[in-house]
């Protein structure tokens, strides 16, 4: 249970926007301040130092003892609902992909995914047993 875990946690830690059809403004740095996974709040650990960078469709996700995490992303809004399709492409994570939801208000953004192979969650929560997990991140000032 802990690796899968930690696996989709370090999977879709990451996300962001292709600019040729997402939003720009996900461009730059932002920091981990919350998130769960199947209703349990992460614990202060899993948040320390949590970074992601977002350049064009590509991300990268640095955590705590762990080894950068780096894939593409895919944003659509065509059916009305914001979805992000990320896929890993080195470690644990690499060629799988993961499908979400995304949020962006200011300075924050969400994401709440299923775990690869899993559909697409419908709502931004983490049902226990689900296997979803959510994160908000913070926009670096700078």
Not at 43 to 71: A, R
Not at 100 to 119: C, M, N, S, T
Not at 123 to 135: A, D, F, I, N
Request: charged letters at 25%.
């Amino acid at each position: 249970m802990k690796i899968s875990v930690a696996l989709g946690l370090g999977m879709c830690l990451f996300f962001g926007a292709n600019p040729a059809v997402g939003d720009e403004s996900l461009q730059g740095t932002w920091t981990l301040v919350q998130g769960e996974v199947n209703g349990e709040p992460l614990t202060e650990t899993q948040l320390q130092e949590g970074k992601l960078v977002i350049d064009g469709d590509h991300y990268e996700v640095s955590l705590p003892d762990q080894e950068l995490m780096t894939g593409v992303q895919v944003l659509d809004e065509a059916s009305g609902v914001k979805t992000i399709d990320i896929t890993g492409d080195n470690g644990a994570g690499k060629g799988q992909t993961c499908l979400g939801l995304y949020e962006l208000d200011g300075d924050e953004f969400r994401v709440a995914f299923a775990p690869p192979g899993k559909d697409r969650p419908s709502e931004m929560t983490t049902p226990p047993g689900s296997g979803h997990w959510l994160h908000v991140w913070k926009r670096d000032v700078e």
